[in-house]
Each structure stands twice: as structure tokens, then as C-alpha cells.
């Protein structure tokens, strides 16, 4: 029994979170089992961005105000610190899906913190693994374009000894067509499930010690279960804009090694 357990009054348990969090039932009686709030919160989130992409720039004027100042201000840093440093001359024609899915990616992740949804979309795994799967074939459709069937051996740095080859093609191969886009995926999605269990259990811990079991002993547990989810909150808001920034960063590369062979 752990100290959570002793300070709760009434001999009542406090139980800790789990992956209950993320499963959810169809939306209504008889729906489909895909159907969820996940899923509905995915299509609004994609509205969203459309929506806001589409008031600010519809009708763009020479003097920027209100939504287009904040449209441009977004084009610019995803422009400037996501796309150019990998793409280069190329930035331009793959502006439109890097903004797309960096915009997407943080509306989906601030949903975790949003009144009522209170559930970052990317900690459901299919999420993640759609972008990356889309990201990657893209990647592979460029450098067989691009670089026709050199493109599976420009990747491996020529001039090395031939028993080396022996070592290096096979964790190239695997790192390239394997490791990345799995780790590409399961990076933004173990960083918002696990963000969104640790702000679920403190802010579990302050509810259940202030209000739904009080006691003298517990009333400093639950304050501190306030104070860290606030804290953690705070914390997260980073950790959202982060990943959406690593990812999308990611996919300019990736798109970057098919356009022009890396060695």
C-alpha cells in the first residue's frame, strides 16, 4: 500500500490513471467502433487550421491586420526554422504541406489542454503513424523520382573498406527504412501519452485529496497535486509545440534526402 493509499480517508483506495484514459467508446449507442472522440476531435482540429489558413489569407492585403498578421507570422517561423535550413531552394513548393501538418500536429496536441476535450489526438498511435507512413512513402517516391534506383545506394558513403560494407549497409538500410519512420511516429506519441497520464494522475491526486476524499493529512498532497498539475501544464504547453516542431523538422529532412542524395 503507498502513501497516496494511507492518506485517503474511508479505507477507499486512491487508484492512480492508467491506460483507461485512452479508450473511448463510439460516440453514440449503435456507432461504429472507430467513431470517437479521438477521431471527431481529429476532424475539428483539421477544420480548424483550414478554417484559420483560409480567414487570413482568402483575401490577403498589402498592409497585414488582425488573422492574416497571425497567418503570416506562422508561415514565416515554419518557413524560416522548419523548412529553409533543410530544403533550401526547395522550401517553397513544400511550404504548403510542412505548414499544414506543423499547425495540425499543435492543434491536435493543444486539445489536451483545452476545456472539455482535455485529450492530446496524437496519444492514439494511428495518428502519428498515418503522418509518418505519408511522410515516408513521400520520401521514397522522391528519391526514386530523383535519384532512380541510385537512390538505394547513394545513402552509403563510397570509399570505405569492403569489410565494412558488411556492417554499414545493413544498419543504414534498417535505420533508413525502418528505425526512422517508426521512431518518427512513436516520438510525438509517447511524448503525449505520456504527458497527458502525468497531468491526469496530479491533477487526479489534487481532486481526490481537496474534494472527493478530504482529510487533514491529505490536504497538503492534494495542494501539491494542484501546484504540480499547473506547473506540468505549463510544462506541457511546451512539450506540444515541441513535437510538432521536431516532427514536421523531421519530415523536411526526410523530404530533403529524396530530393538530393545525402553522401
Known amino acids: 500500500m503507498n502513501a497516496l493509499t494511507v492518506l485517503a480517508s474511508g479505507g477507499d483506495e486512491f487508484q492512480a490513471p492508467g491506460p483507461e484514459l485512452f479508450d473511448f467508446p463510439p460516440l453514440f449507442a449503435g456507432g461504429p467502433a472507430w467513431l470517437t472522440k ?11 487550421v483550414c478554417v484559420f489558413f483560409w480567414s487570413a489569407f482568402a483575401k490577403p492585403k498589402l498592409v497585414p491586420r488582425g488573422v492574416q498578421n497571425l497567418g503570416e ?7 524560416d526554422e522548419i523548412a529553409r535550413p ?3 531552394k526547395n522550401t517553397d513548393r513544400w511550404m504548403p504541406m510542412l505548414m499544414s501538418m506543423f499547425f495540425l ?12 476535450i482535455q485529450f492530446p489526438i496524437a496519444s492514439h498511435i494511428a495518428f502519428p503513424i498515418v503522418l509518418a507512413l505519408f511522410v ?6 522522391l528519391g526514386l523520382r530523383h535519384q532512380g534506383l541510385r537512390y538505394f545506394t547513394n545513402m552509403i558513403p563510397s570509399g570505405l573498406p569492403l569489410p565494412v560494407y558488411f556492417l554499414l549497409v545493413p544498419i543504414e538500410y534498417l535505420s533508413t527504412f525502418v528505425l526512422a519512420p517508426f521512431t518518427h511516429a512513436v516520438r510525438l506519441f509517447a511524448n503525449m501519452f505520456a504527458g497527458h497520464t502525468i497531468l491526469a494522475f496530479f491533477s487526479l491526486v489534487g481532486f481526490w485529496f481537496l474534494f472527493e476524499k478530504p482529510t487533514v493529512a491529505g490536504f497538503g498532497v492534494g495542494i501539491v497535486g494542484v501546484l504540480v498539475t499547473i506547473a506540468m501544464t505549463a510544462l506541457e504547453l511546451l512539450i506540444q ?3 510538432a516542431f521536431l516532427f514536421t523538422m523531421l519530415a523536411a529532412m526526410y523530404i530533403q534526402s529524396g530530393l ?4
Open 38 to 48: 479521438p477521431v471527431l476531435f481529429a476532424v475539428v482540429g483539421s477544420l480548424v
Open 73 to 79: 507570422v506562422g508561415y514565416m517561423f515554419v518557413r
Open 86 to 88: 533543410f530544403l533550401g
Open 105 to 116: 500536429i499543435w492543434m491536435w496536441n493543444i486539445f489536451a489542454v483545452v476545456p472539455i
Open 136 to 141: 515516408y512513402i513521400v520520401k521514397i517516391y
Open 241 to 243: 509545440f515541441l513535437q
Open 260 to 263: 538530393e542524395a545525402d553522401h
